[in-house]
Nanobody
Framework: QLQLVESGGGLVQPGGSLRLSCAAD????????VGWFRQAPGKEREGVSC??????????KYADSVKGRFTISRDNAKNTVYLQMNNLSPEDTALYYC?????????????????????WGQGTQVTVSS
C-alpha cells in the first residue's frame, strides 16, 4: 500500500518561497506518476503540477497560474517528489496535496486531473499573507 506524506507548508509573505516534499513509504515512488494538487476554502481541488515517471521521460505539466513560478522534480534516491514554489501570492493559499498513480494517463502522460490519481496524502497547508 502506497502511503504519501507531505511536508514543507507554512506561512510565508507575498513574494516568498516554499519547497513542498512528498515522501513515499513502502513503495518506490519512481514507478508512479506524481502530482501536486491544491484546494482553497470553497473551491474545487485543482491540479498544480504533475510529473511522469523518469522512464517515461519525466514529463511535467503545470497549471497556467503557476507556470514560471513553480517547479516539480523527483529525487529517486530519496524516494521524494518536490514542488518548489517561488514568488508566492495570496492566491496560492490552499491545502496542498500530493497524489500518485501508476495508470497510463498519470505515469506516462502526467495528466494533472485529481480523478486520475488513486493515492493521496493528508495535505500540507500553505498560507501566503503579509
Amino acid at each position: 500500500q502506497l502511503q504519501l506524506v507531505e511536508s514543507g507548508g507554512g506561512l510565508v509573505q507575498p513574494g516568498g518561497s516554499l519547497r513542498l516534499s512528498c515522501a513515499a513509504d513502502g513503495v518506490t515512488l519512481d514507478t508512479y506518476g506524481v502530482g501536486w494538487f491544491r484546494q482553497a476554502p470553497g473551491k474545487e481541488r485543482e491540479g498544480v503540477s504533475c510529473i511522469s515517471t523518469i522512464t517515461s521521460g519525466g514529463v511535467t505539466k503545470y497549471a497556467d497560474s503557476v507556470k514560471g513560478r513553480f517547479t516539480i522534480s523527483r529525487d529517486n534516491a530519496k524516494n521524494t517528489v518536490y514542488l518548489q514554489m517561488n514568488n508566492l501570492s495570496p492566491e496560492d493559499t490552499a491545502l496542498y496535496y500530493c497524489a500518485a498513480d501508476w495508470g497510463v494517463y498519470t505515469s506516462v502522460q502526467a495528466v494533472c486531473v485529481p480523478k486520475e490519481y488513486d493515492y493521496w496524502g493528508q495535505g500540507t497547508q500553505v498560507t501566503v499573507s503579509s
